[in-house]
């Protein structure tokens, strides 16, 4: 059995949690590879909304799994909260339900320091100040603390260097300093709350994966990777399929079907190129209609045309073989839809409505025109169509592929 991986193929907030829940609930694994709390993965089920930041999108199936890999950072006073926000949604999530990998990188207070600091700068890059970029960056430099590293006896050594390492640069640069104090208290939090969840096992997978269903979720989006995105503008973690190898004990082997989601629009938080930006009226009704503000940040998303160029690229550099477009919903009845393609901006008529009828078995004429445009020019089929808010509102483009082939 192979099993698929869901990816964003924009800058993040595609919509991936709808097309992961659906997956998760014929799954009994949802594993996250990358990122960690800057994530926000909105999921609106019977009305009610729930946003997930660390913890994989599995969470509201009881009888589902779920798991942290390694190439992903947590911090643990934003898990906290998190699973107290889960818990009351009806859905704890104790011990075997949610493992987290012995090697994953701790968040710690000095790395949201680190991360203001640098953001407080004239190079901004628009973070979302969660402390990503430090923590991953404590980890190549080898001095980050790592989930394992909370049960072990050298554990206060490990922060002290940490905090001394960097505070040596945090006072160069006359900012205040992150005390070993504020750290530990963190340290000593993730002590009692990650012990249940611990994974220490290098190859769980190895097994599992020969029978059992799994769901790769990443977060972010492929125009985000640290590697083949918009650098400096990008997250500090890989994005691409590749990623949901190296970053969790995952068999190369098993990794099947790439879905690729993207919005028929686009946005973008943070600073960074924006070739379809639109700066205007026609932009702040978009926002406005998509709800398109941050559900980490709460910062309106700057909300542009689809670049279908972009769409392509994203397409070859993630080897995408499914798209799922997400929130037709939101242009419905626009005096016209545009898309950029091979360099111009293309017009195309709007659909105004959803659907063909009220059956709801075919879409609207206007509407399918435009897909078959967008996947003939993307380079992937367009599988499915994302048409509201909540979970239920999806349409599968004739027949539902079976992702596990
Ligand atoms: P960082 O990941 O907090 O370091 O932020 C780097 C860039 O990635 C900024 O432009 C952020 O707005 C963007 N970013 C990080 N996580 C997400 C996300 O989950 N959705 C959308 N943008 C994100
Ligand atoms: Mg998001």
């Not at 603390?145 to 006359?174: H, P, W």
């Amino acid at each position: 059995m192979k099993h698929p991986i869901v990816l964003g193929l924009q800058y993040g907030d595609e919509g991936k949690g709808k097309i992961t829940d659906s997956l998760a609930k014929q799954s009994e694994w949802v594993i996250r590879f990358n990122g960690g709390s800057n994530a926000g993965h909105t999921l609106w089920v019977n009305g009610k909304k729930l946003v997930t930041h660390s913890v994989p999108s599995g969470v509201l199936y009881s009888h589902v799994k779920n798991y942290i890999g390694a190439g992903c950072v947590l911090d643990p006073v934003s898990l906290k909260k998190e699973l107290a926000e889960i818990s009351q949604s009806g859905s704890a999530l104790k011990g075997e339900r949610l493992r987290i990998d012995s090697r994953a990188h701790l968040t710690l207070p000095i790395h949201i320091v680190l991360d203001a600091a640098r953001e407080s700068g004239s190079k901004s890059i628009g973070t979302t100040r969660k402390g990503i970029g430090p923590t991953y960056t404590t980890k190549m430099d080898r001095c980050g603390i790592r989930v394992g590293d909370l049960f072990e006896s050298g554990i206060q050594d490990k922060v002290r260097f940490l905090c001394d390492t960097y505070n040596a640069m945090i006072r160069a640069q006359d900012l205040s300093e992150s005390s070993f104090e504020d750290n530990w208290k963190v340290v000593e939090l993730a002590q009692e709350l990650l012990r249940e969840h611990v994974a220490s096992d290098p190859t769980p997978f190895y097994d599992i994966a020969k029978t059992h269903k799994c769901v790769l979720e990443g977060a972010q989006g492929v125009l985000l990777d640290l590697d083949h995105g918009t650098y400096p503008y990008v997250t500090s973690s890989n994005t691409l399929p590749s990623a949901a190898a190296a970053g969790t004990p995952f068999p190369l082997s098993r990794l099947g079907a790439v879905i690729g989601v993207a919005k028929v629009y686009m946005t973008r938080v943070g600073s960074g190129p924006f070739e379809t930006e639109l700066d205007n009226e026609d932009g702040e009704r978009i926002r406005a209609k998509g709800g398109e503000f941050g559900a980490t940040t709460g910062r309106p998303r700057r909300v542009g045309w689809l670049n279908i160029d972009e769409l392509r690229l994203a397409v070859r550099l993630s080897d995408c073989t499914h798209i799922v477009l997400t929130k037709a919903d939101i242009l419905t009845g626009e005096p016209v839809v545009k898309a950029l393609n091979k360099g111009s901006l293309k017009e195309f008529p709007c659909w105004k409505s959803i659907y063909k009828d009220d059956s709801r078995t075919a879409l609207s004429a206007e509407l399918e025109s435009y897909l078959s445009y967008v996947e003939t020019e993307a380079g992937a089929k367009i599988v499915g169509v994302g048409t509201g808010s909540d979970r239920a509102d999806f349409f599968w483009r004739g027949e539902t592929p079976d992702f596990w082939a």
